[in-house]
């Protein structure tokens, strides 16, 4: 931008031709070890300002001047209860005082400062968003970018991307030697946003309830169905108040000890088509009156059926083909999300089909059965194998900034892939397939928490 003033000669490299009104404050980053000169007008060192209208700032650095941003705010903290329900990661990240989130923030912040310049600005904004999908795909990626160098590779992000659209290239290249060996591209398994929903208007209720008045007693939840609607909660606290306020603690520890459990008071409630129901368990008498969580055990329904196994299928369907034909191996690296029950047979589910029993009786009334992969994988089908362009997933189980220290990715190799990843590039724990011997082969390999430089005990003690 020109100044009012006379015509001058074009700005050299790093120097800027900026208009601004007397009285203008400048602020150097505190972080910054580049000077700024300013030429062309009065300044003033005491405050700071200018007393010109137009002067040439200098940049000796013009990439070291540039704010150092953070995902986390400087702030003085405070906080050390529990997380809530309903609250956020990044919230909760944020707010807590406990060393524990303290060490967890000071590590995303070194692994953001060691992110590719050009994923900066995606990752901090998902990782701010408050929507928790950004906040876990954002903490994927900064994972396996810093996974990738610990193991040794040069990590490129967005390979080939040109006009920074992220669409059309996958989120990382590998290299080692100077030479290009993989493809990685960051996705997550989890519920529909259907479940997810319900999942939070339970969340809301939980927490609801966390917030009674309920010194005596520890509050047992139980539910059934699923929270497909709104959750009147602050109905439900107030029905839950007068209910708590006529039970009689002694009278009902008394009771309970002479009979059982069984004669406990129960609170019910529903709601479109979720029922739920609070048990109250009388505390011991020195256990009165704490500031502890209300909420002693949240018991959901135990019929409700676990999809890893879909939800690991859908998310290699979804990442297969965006790429069209790839010039290196290709690796799927799936987060598994919200699975409290995952077994290596839902990942092998998901990527070669559930099992299948068939059974039949033969004329003397002898039965027979057989076993057998229903084609519906990720990579089969009843026409032969599905989506060959991959090479192999990479798959995590629940993993957070709070279980990185005792979760380590498995690789689980496609045994149809048509570019197969060398088994000797990754020092992981990996699984391949004996096609001939129809049999699972498992690989040893190091502990992701061993690359990551990790202590024993993360996070970090209270």
């Not at 088994?423 to 992701?448: E, N, V």
Request: hydrophobic share 35%; aromatic share 8%; with cysteine.
């Amino acid at each position: 931008m020109r100044g009012n003033g006379p015509e001058t000669a074009l700005p050299k490299p790093n120097e800027l031709d900026l208009v601004f009104p007397a009285g203008t404050v400048f602020i150097r980053d505190a972080n910054s070890e580049a000077p700024i000169s300013v030429s062309g007008g009065a300044w003033d060192s005491a405050s700071g300002s200018s007393t010109d209208c137009s002067m040439r700032v200098t940049l000796q650095s013009q990439e070291k001047c540039l704010p150092v941003e953070r995902i986390f705010e400087d702030i003085q903290r405070t906080e050390r209860r529990p997380r809530r329900y309903s609250q956020s990661s990044f919230e909760f990240y944020s707010t807590s005082a406990r060393p524990g989130m303290a060490a967890i923030r000071d590590l995303i912040e070194r692994w953001y400062g060691q992110f590719p310049r050009d994923g900066k600005a995606d990752i901090r904004g998902r990782f701010r968003s408050g929507d928790e999908t950004g906040f876990q795909s954002a903490f994927f990626e900064l994972y396996l970018c810093e996974l990738c160098r610990g193991l040794g590779f040069i990590v490129e992000i967005y390979p080939g991307m040109e006009q920074h659209r992220r669409t059309s290239h996958p989120d990382f290249r590998l290299s080692l030697g100077g030479k290009p060996v993989f493809y990685i591209e960051a996705t997550l398994a989890q519920p529909s946003r259907t479940e997810i929903a319900a999942n939070r208007r339970l969340a809301q209720l939980q927490d609801e309830i966390d917030r009674v008045c309920c010194p005596d007693f520890w509050l047992w939840l139980d539910t059934s169905g699923t929270a497909t609607e709104n959750i009147p909660v602050a109905r439900v606290r107030d029905r839950l108040d007068k209910w708590l306020a006529t039970l009689n603690v002694d009278q009902i520890a008394s009771t309970a000890k002479a009979q059982s459990d069984t004669e406990l008071p129960v609170f019910s409630e529903s709601c479109g088509s979720l029922t739920f129901t609070i048990t109250a368990h009388p505390k011991s008498p020195d256990q009165r009156s704490s500031e502890a969580r209300r909420l002693g055990v949240i018991s959901p329904d135990l019929l409700s059926e676990c999809n890893a196994h879909e939800d690991i299928r859908q998310a290699v369907i979804r990442k297969a083909k965006c790429y069209g034909d790839m010039d290196l191996p290709y690796i799927i690296a799936i987060n598994v999300i919200n699975s409290e029950l995952l077994e290596f047979d839902d990942m092998l589910d998901g990527l070669f089909g559930r099992i299948e029993v068939t059974t039949w009786q033969q004329p003397r009334g002898i039965w027979h059965h057989t076993t057998r992969r229903a084609p519906n994988g990720a990579w089969t089908s009843s026409t032969g194998p599905r989506n060959p362009g991959v090479s192999g997933v990479l798959i995590a189980d629940n993993l957070t900034p709070t279980t990185i220290g005792v979760e380590t990715p498995v690789l689980i190799h496609n045994p149809c892939g048509r570019k197969p990843l060398p088994k000797d590039i990754w020092p992981l724990p990996q699984r391949s397939i004996d096609t001939l011997g129809k049999r699972i082969l498992t690989h040893p390999g190091r502990q992701a928490r061993d690359v990551l430089g990790l202590p024993v005990r993360w996070p970090l003690p209270d």
